[in-house]
Every structure is written in C-alpha cells, then in structure tokens.
C-alpha cells in the first residue's frame, strides 16, 4: 500500500519507527494530486511549499521522539478555515482574494501538533449546499463515480481523503457537511458536541449549528485528530471548558451491555431500501456483538428540517452580512455611491446564498419573527428534549446517514428543497447539539459507499467511538477503493 492511502495511525508506526519521513508521506500525497487532481477536483488551493517546510519541521520533532501521532501527517483544511498566509476562499468570489492573517484554532493546534497542510479543500459557498455544486470556482467530484457529487458542503474533503489527496481533513457541519460527504465518499465523519472544539477563526455559517470535526479513513483515525483540536478555547466564546479524555483508550473494541436505540422516526419512507437494509445489517451485527438494539421514539423528528432551514437561513441572513465590500474581499468597482457599492458588492454571491439571505430575512421580519424563527426555536427544544427522554433508555443511537448514497450532478440543483432533504438525518444533531459519527456500512448494488449514523450524549464521544470502531472491526466490508484507484493503479 502506499504511503498516501494509509492511515494516521498506520503512518504514526512507521514514521515513529524512521521507515518513513514525513518528506516522504508528503511526495507520496503531492505525487496523487498530480495524478488525480484534474479529475476529482477536491482543491482550492494547494501549499506545496510551505508544506514540504512542515514536512522538514515534523522530521525533527520525530526524530527527538517527542512528537505527537498527528506529527508530519499530510492533512487538508476546508476552505473555510482561517490559515495565515494562505487564501481563505469560502468558495465565494467574494473572498477570492482574501489572504488571512491569522489561523484558525483548529488549523493552529493541527499545525502545533505537526500536522503538515496540503491544501485547502473545496466546498459549497460559505458551507450553504449539500454537493458541493454550489462553490463558485468548480465541482468536485465523488472519486467512487465521478458522474456523482461528493455531497457537501465540505465534499472537497472528503474526496481528498477518499482518492488518497490528504490522510485526513478537517471540515464542518451545520447540518450535516461532515458526516453527509463521509458517508457519500466512503470515509468517517465525526461531529463533536457543540462548544467541543473552537470555532474561532472559521467562517461562521450559522453559529449557532456549525461545528469543526475530522474527516478520516477510520475510527481510530477521527479519534486522534479529535484529540488534537477538542478544549477549551478562551478565543471562542461558545467554547465550553470540559476535561477531554483520552479518546484512542476509549476504543476497547467491546460493546457489550450497550443499549443501542434505532429511531423509528429515522427509518421512514425517504429512505432508500439498499441504505434501509445496510443500517438493519448494522443493527444486528450490534447485537451479535453483545449490544442491546432498542426502538426509540424521537417524536419531533419530523419538523427537524423545516426548524433547521429556518433557523440555519436566519443565521446565515445574519452572518454573511459583514461582506459588504467594505471590510473584506471583493468590492464591485463602478458604483457612484456607497449603498450601489453594496449592492453591485453582494451581486457576486450565488444564488443559494441569495436565496439564504433572502429567507433569513423573511423569517426574521416583524410580523413573520413569531411565526417562523420563534416557532422554529421551539421545536428545536422539543427536538433537544425528545434526545434527552430517549437517551434515558439508551446509550447511543444509530440511523441511516443519509437517505441515499451520493447522486448525479445537476440531480437536486433544480429543486433546492430535494436538496435540503439530504440532511433529514442529520440536521437533528446540529440542533440539538449532540455528538454524531457516520462510519462506512456497505455498498450499494452500483457499488457506492452507505453511511451508518451513531448519535450520542453530549461530550460522550468517546461512546460513540468506541462502537463505531468495534462495528468498523467486525463489519468485514470488502476493503474497496474507488475503482479510479484501481485504473490509476493498473
Ligand atoms: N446542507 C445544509 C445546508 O445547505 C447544511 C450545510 C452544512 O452543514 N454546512 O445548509
């Protein structure tokens, strides 16, 4: 196998042991960009430079043998992480030449943690998609079909990971932009509780909804990297100061006595009948494993997304106000006053983050704020409450990720809300601020990558890592690649 398709941990041995240098690891990784990178499209932007200087630092910190497990691993950023020096694009031609001066918190402890930074990924702008169609620059393709999108928003990250661009990546999840394009890509997505991990210095979509999380080819992979960006942050004010535990030694590999929940609600009719049959299979080989599976009631499920696009589209309304051509990026150059310039300014955004804006600021409107945001508001707190009563009699819950495996381009661009429908499974987590994982559970017929969900308590992610990476061990899916690796590889 090659350097670049391992994982973390597997690199972790052999750069520790001096079978490897992280120089090495890098070649490996820039030499598949070259290869793929015209096909898949995950990139915004690449950092060869600095990353082979990263690469040279890591070699050092390995070779006094203090460093890290994330020291000299090849890792992308999504485009919407801070990093100073390097472009912060948002896939927006807003930002197309917005050179930040500072990091992001997480790019700042990966980078501390000598983590070496390929490139920034690809995503839908400013986060606002679910196939990543909606960036500004280009598509990225699913290396699995590339007929097919990677999901989103942040699909350049997964489809870096899966094609063997980067060992792991960093993305984020409002609705589910971590877990969706795993699930669609193949990999593990994991999105911590809310406050886990600072968001400073990412590009808010919805603050109240975004997360940071890992994006990694295993379980114990997204165990490591969590481990890396988790605590508090005095530069976050949402951060919470929680201990965080030893994530790895929570991988025991036994489930035994777990009380594992299935949501009826979650198993309904949008689901395809291949992804429905993959999270059953999953389900029982829980219990074979000594889990208990239980039917649980999430009763306000089922105005989980209308809740979400509200309040989601109200934030956004808010938060993308500040490009205005004023204090970042862009600014429309023929304007004779300074409202046109506005105007003229906020006409390069695109259509999606319009339409945003354009609801947002339906719903907030006196006279509307009741009926919509405030109604939504409620039903996230009954969603919120539903979890709590649930989690009474379980440890976990698992459901589908998505309700079908990844589709063909311009498939949901038409009709945003069959779009929007892609995050029915996980939007739930973002408002109630629950940890969840999605772990590979199967293929289907055409040979496409199924997702399997697992939601936990707040702050218990090491749960749902645990039983994500026993089901991982037991699962024995056929190890497959995407069949472009098999061409490229002959
Ligand atoms: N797909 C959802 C949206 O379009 C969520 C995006 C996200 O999680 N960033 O808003």
């Given at each position: ?28 990784v820039l030499a598949r960009i070259d290869e793929v990178e ?230 309904g009719d949008a689901l395809d009948a291949e992804v429905k ?214």
């Amino acid at each position: 196998m090659q350097f670049n398709e391992m994982t973390i941990h597997e690199l972790r041995r052999l750069l520790r042991a001096g079978e490897v240098s992280s120089q090495e690891v890098l070649e490996a990784v820039l030499a598949r960009i070259d290869e793929v990178e015209g096909e898949i499209g995950a990139y915004l932007a690449l950092c060869r430079e600095e990353a082979f200087a990263q690469a040279q630092r890591a070699d050092e910190m390995l070779s006094k043998g203090d460093a890290s497990p994330l020291c000299g691993i090849p890792i992308s950023l999504k485009d919407n992480f801070t990093t100073a020096g390097v472009r912060t694009t948002c896939a927006s031609r807003l930002l197309e030449n917005y050179i930040p001066p500072f990091d992001a918190a997480a790019a700042a402890r990966l980078k501390e943690a000598g983590a070496v930074l390929v490139g920034k990924t690809n995503l839908d702008e400013f986060g606002l998609g679910s196939s990543t169609e909606n960036s500004q620059f280009h598509c990225t393709r699913n290396p699995w079909d590339l007929s097919r999108v990677p999901g989103g928003s942040s699909g350049g990250s997964a489809a870096a990971v899966a094609a063997g661009e980067a060992v792991a990546a960093l993305g984020t999840d409002t609705g589910g932009s971590i877990r969706q394009p795993a699930a669609f890509c193949g990999i593990v997505g994991l999105k911590p509780t809310y406050g886990l991990v600072s968001r400073y210095g990412v590009v808010a979509a919805a603050d109240s909804l975004d997360h940071v999380g890992p994006m990694t080819r295993d379980v114990r992979d997204a165990a490591l990297m969590l481990q890396a960006i988790a605590g508090w942050d005095p530069k976050d004010p949402t951060s919470a100061r929680q201990d965080v535990p030893h994530y790895e030694a929570a991988l025991t590999g036994n489930v035994k006595g777990l009380v594992v929940g299935l949501p009826r609600e979650l198993m309904g009719d949008a689901l395809d009948a291949e992804v429905k049959e993959a999270v059953f299979g999953a389900a029982n080989l829980l219990e074979s494993l000594g889990a208990r599976v239980e039917e649980v009631s999430l009763p306000n499920v089922e105005y989980a997304m209308s809740a979400f696009y509200i309040i989601i589209s109200a934030e956004v309304s808010s938060n993308l106000a500040r490009f205005d051509g004023v204090r970042y990026g862009y600014r429309a150059a023929e304007a004779e006053d300074t409202v046109s310039m506005f105007i003229k300014t906020r006409e390069a955004l695109g259509q999606e983050a319009k339409r945003r804006i354009l609801m947002g600021t339906y719903f907030l409107q006196a006279g509307n704020y009741d009926a919509y945001y405030l109604k939504a508001l409620k039903v996230r707190t009954l969603i919120k409450e539903d979890f709590e009563k649930a989690f009474q009699r379980c440890h976990v819950m698992i459901s589908p990720t998505t309700p079908t495996a990844a589709f063909s381009f311009g498939h949901k661009t038409a009709t945003p809300i069959s779009m929007y429908k892609s995050d029915i499974y996980t939007c739930t987590a973002n408002l109630a601020g629950i940890p969840a994982l999605t772990v590979p559970c199967g293929y289907t017929q055409g040979g496409l990558p199924i997702g399997l969900q697992f939601m936990g308590k707040p702050f218990e992610e090491s749960t749902i890592l645990r039983i994500g990476h026993a089901y991982e061990q037991h699962a024995g899916l056929p190890v497959r690649r995407p069949e472009m690796e098999v061409k490229a590889n002959g």
